[in-house]
């Protein structure tokens, strides 16, 4: 799962990378993301684990969902990505304290 191969300096180019290798759609949804002209679009790039919780993995591709906007001001209220948060609690705290739960 985790993305040791990519390497970036920036999350404007984490999320650049992400867009130009990911499917344009929420996965949360499924509905079509905003475009990149969109005033919107880089709300689209939601970190999974808090990057001021967990900044190890601030540019970690593997730790953003792609949904829309309005899904990200709720992603706490969906299973999918309760799912998802877990099962990086555990990757994170295995990889950088040797520590699974």
Same mark, same amino acid.
């Given at each position: 799962?985790?993305?040791? @191969?990519?390497? /970036?300096?920036?999350?404007?180019? @984490? ?7 990911? =499917? ?40 953003? @969902?792609? @949904? ?29 304290? =040797?520590?699974? /739960?």
């Amino acid at each position: 799962m985790i993305n040791r @191969m990519r390497q /970036f300096k920036t999350q404007k180019e @984490m999320y650049k990378w992400i867009w130009e290798n990911r =499917s344009h759609v929420s996965e949360i949804s499924g509905k079509p993301l905003l475009n990149q002209n969109h005033i919107q679009f880089i709300w689209q790039f939601a970190h999974i684990l808090p990057k001021g919780s967990y900044p190890k993995w601030k540019l970690n591709p593997d730790n953003i @969902m792609l @949904m829309l906007p309005y899904e990200h001001e709720n992603q706490e209220q969906y299973l999918l990505f309760i799912e998802k948060q877990n099962e990086l609690k555990r990757e994170y705290y295995k990889e950088f304290y =040797s520590k699974e /739960f």
